[in-house]
């Protein structure tokens, strides 16, 4: 069994929590919180600490806590020569205090509060400093889903930008289409089966093949009409932009 | 059985065909199309007319062709007081020829050529010009979808600009994600979990509520970062604009 301490406990944290102490392969030993009120009901209390100093020992130590802390909780763990790793998209494990050796855990998923992760599913990107110790994280990885990545520093860091626009900037979009509807007495229901099919769409063809609609059709009278009817000028500035985007895209 | 004449031979022309011929309901009797090619082992031959003096008798003649030849399609249909529906997402019924019985029959998703879709959960929204017509479109829509709704004429417009954005818009930002990938040696197969359970989430959350990433955050660090590394002055743009919507859309 692989014996794992894990620190934070924001959303990626609370997710793997649940994922890591129902594993039959894992033993998650402890976990450190600044306040045990965060983990309230997530996890036997007896394996909450606030204390750095009472870290216990194990195999590996995941960090999964804000960017800017990173670095500092590295420092605060009370041990040499163990495997850590963070679990952030965009930064080098080199930030990490370099008395352990170190690596990267990145989940690349969207992960909320209120809404259940299948972890299974979740693709899980790896990077270790030493070539030795990227068999462990793997196991570790691949104990919890049947996606797991090789993937450099570099890689991941422009992994994390697609992340934002597919997922950050498609969430906003899916606001504005709310707002909407909102505005027009329209359930947004009506439109899950179109966002559903145009994630699903892109499973077999590439996004440039699935594309439709007006901007693609270069269709200027309902672009015009619809320019017109768009009050909030935010929304009608992005739809503007995101219309040369598409027709520019068809050209090259 | 309800008799139905097609009229038209793009992506939605030829998905209704599909559904239609192979509905026990529904007695597809004939299409119109330019050009027979266009349709070529979509429907038996002899079913297919390429001259509008040559239409049959139906109940319901269904006019799915673009936007702009709707009404010149409408002027030709050699009958009169029939049921004649678009397929439009914008255009009014009014558009078309009042010497028959207008309506609209709007299936609300994304049709591509080389894509299958399901169309018991494409939602169908229909309006009709005469309230004694809306039964037999209503007849019609349940037989090929689990999802028919009653939408006028202003709701269906709205419904449409709120469709180019969660579907054409969001399947190009997919189109950036997906480049950005080629750009870095990432498969873009890695980002698909992060983008189907983004569709997912707002199932159950509000958009608002599912928003996650760098810009609600507040992380200054990490979109300099983003901003840093984009080359394309079009996605550098557009990581600007959707950044600092979603920061207003929070402050709301």
Known sequence: ???????????VASHLIQS???????????????????????????????????????????????????????????????????????????????????????????????????????????????EEDYNVLEILAKNLSKLVYKIDGKQRKSLHISAVFVSNFVNHIYHIGHELCKKNNVPFAILQPLIEETANKIKTLTPLQAQTGPAIRNDENIIEQHLEALQNTTYKDLYQKLTLSIQHAKKL
């Open 20 to 130: 890591l102490k129902n594993n039959n392969s894992i033993d998650l030993v402890q976990v450190y919180t600044r306040s045990k009120k965060s983990l309230e009901n997530k996890i036997d209390t007896t394996k909450i600490t606030t204390e750095f100093s009472s870290l216990k020992e194990a195999d590996i130590y995941i960090i999964a806590v804000s960017d800017k802390v990173i670095e500092d909780v590295s420092n605060q763990i009370p041990f040499s020569n163990k495997l850590v790793v963070h679990t952030s998209g965009t930064m080098d494990y080199k930030i990490m205090n370099p008395k352990n050796k170190r690596g990267v855990f990145y989940p690349l998923q969207t992960f909320s509060k209120n809404k259940e992760i299948h972890m299974q599913s979740v693709p899980f990107c790896l990077e270790t400093e030493n």
């Open 1 to 11: 069994m692989i014996k794992v301490v894990l620190i934070g406990s924001g959303n």
